[in-house]
T-cell receptor, first 115, second 112 residues
Framework: NAGVTQTPKFQVLKTGQSMTLQCAQD?????MYWYRQDPGMGLRLIYY???????DKGEVPNGYNVSRLNKREFSLRLESAAPSQTSVYFC????FGTGLTYEQYFGPGTRLTVT | KNQVEQSPQSLIILEGKNCTLQ??????????LRWYKQDTGRGPVSLTI?????NTKSNGRYTATLDADTKQSSLHITASQLSDSASYIC???????????FGTGTRLTVIP
């Protein structure tokens, strides 16, 4: 099992360019998440998908869109990149439900620089 | 406001020594608390998850404690190894919510 995979690993964009970050999981999890991690700050939730067919905003959704393509795949799109979106992006997945200890499994991250 | 604060921000210890990392939170209502290890350039990996009723939980050389009354947790690392060099992140889940609240982490460096 590969777990959670993300592509690309690194990306440099110019301001105003668009791109899509890809994420896939092979653990048959229902829920998937996109986070960003900035220096001196904890991971912040951008969007999440509790189950296939649903998506919801997290703490910092502005400037991003998501698509839950199927149960395995959850993509994050930047329509018009801005320097403030320079960050490391992590995708995660977990089981869905009211279980108290459901675990989130993280991908290796995508390091994005917007110039 | 739901917050998770960790201390110290960074720590350097000699290989073989023990250390304790701290986490204070104001997240309410509390569901569970997790400690993650994040190696440089990698995603976080779970070390322990503790619910309200658990005071102590161990995972090899890692022991986490939780005091839900004072809203404090600690992560104790015994007999540190060079491979323990990483950031350790405290994460608290709120009851009924799908969101987790992340601390900013403690950067641990173990030197020979």
């Amino acid at each position: 099992n590969a777990g959670v995979t993300q592509t690309p690993k690194f990306q440099v964009l110019k301001t105003g360019q668009s791109m899509t970050l890809q994420c896939a999981q092979d653990m048959n999890h229902n829920s998937m998440y996109w986070y960003r991690q900035d220096p001196g700050m904890g991971l912040r939730l951008i969007y999440y998908s509790a189950s296939e067919g649903t998506t919801d905003k997290g703490e910092v959704p502005n400037g991003y869109n998501v698509s839950r393509l199927n149960k395995r795949e959850f993509s994050l799109r930047l329509e018009s990149a801005a320097p403030s979106q320079t960050s490391v992006y992590f995708c995660a997945s977990s089981e869905f439900g009211t279980g108290l200890t459901y675990e989130q499994y993280f991908g290796p991250g995508t390091r994005l620089t917007v110039t | 406001k739901n917050q998770v604060e960790q201390s110290p921000q960074s720590l350097i210890i000699l290989e073989g020594k023990n250390c304790t990392l701290q986490c204070n939170y104001t997240v309410s209502p509390f569901s569970n608390l997790r400690w993650y290890k994040q190696d440089t350039g990698r995603g976080p990996v779970s070390l322990t998850i503790m619910t309200f009723s658990e005071n102590t939980k161990s995972n090899g050389r890692y022991t986490a404690t939780l005091d839900a009354d004072t809203k404090q947790s600690s992560l104790h690392i015994t007999a540190s190894q060079l491979s323990d060099s990483a950031s350790y992140i405290c994460v608290v889940r709120k009851t009924g919510a799908n969101n987790l609240f992340f601390g900013t982490g403690t950067r641990l460096t173990v030197i020979p």
